[in-house]
């Protein structure tokens, strides 16, 4: 009886540089499908910026005149900055399930998911797509606060450092929702438990105010609430507050990963 060969170790070696390369090309497509929606209608960029927005300009110029918030030698205004394009992000991608669910519901869902690309390729090429929509809300922000008086770095690789920052929150935030989405299978409760979380997460994080000030419950969800991190690494690279860079990066890597991986393994779930 003949046995087949075994492929060489150098082989096994070979294939999976290949492998890697070929996974996240399929990624990158998955992403640009994604991001190709955006030229039908262009006026979500534009509608999307009004409420942060608003948040810049009448809820942080008010209380930096009232000085309710202890922020040290920092202008509130400075302070909320960061928090605000953390919350843009936050905003756009927690609704992203609903879009899957739609995709479903047209049939589109089920083509993408016999195709040879992974569950987790086609997840995370609509986490990034999301992350990369948000970097347009994150560039709005910046300008209205600098035309606000703001004091940013202009620094191009801290810029492009906060740009990889607001992606990796987002990417979070929109597994999150279609991980929601992959339990509750319909766009209503999706909006409802959406609705229902976007403002926990938010006010459970440093965007607004400092950790220090917090109760102490309210401080321990603020330390497991990834948006807090982004937050933090956010304000560390605009206007150089003192942070743990390591930490911050690392809080977002594992999550958008975790993120992934829960919404993978949810996924067929919504095609049947």
Sequence with gaps: M?????????????SRPRAALRYFSRIGTFCLV??????????????????????LVIFG?????????????????????????????????????IQIIWERDAGILTKLLVTPSPRSALVAG?????????????IVVIIVAALLGVNLTWNPLKILAVLVVVVLGAAFFSCLSMTIAGLVLRRDRLMGIGQAITMPLFFASSALYPIAIMPGWLKVLSHAN?????????????????????????VLIVAAIAGICAASALLSRLAR
């Excluded at 609509?126 to 994150?138: D, M, N």
């Excluded at 304000?235 to 690392?250: A, K």
């Design 2 to 14: 003949s046995v087949a060969p075994v492929a060489p170790p150098s082989a096994w070696v070979e």
């Design 34 to 55: 994604e991001l190709q929606k955006l030229r039908h209608d262009r006026t979500e960029l534009v509608t999307r910026a009004i409420q942060p927005i608003l948040w």
């Design 126 to 138: 609509k986490a990034f797509a999301a992350g990369v929509r948000t970097i347009s809300q994150a």
């Design 226 to 250: 990834p948006l807090t991190y982004e937050v933090s690494a956010l304000r560390g690279l605009l206007i150089g507050q003192p942070t743990n860079y390591l930490l911050d990066f690392s």
């Design 61 to 97: 110029q008010t209380f930096s005149r009232i000085r309710a918030i202890p922020t040290g030698n920092v202008p509130y205004l400075d302070y909320l900055a960061p928090g605000i394009i953390a919350q843009s992000a936050l905003f756009v991608a927690i609704f992203y399930g």
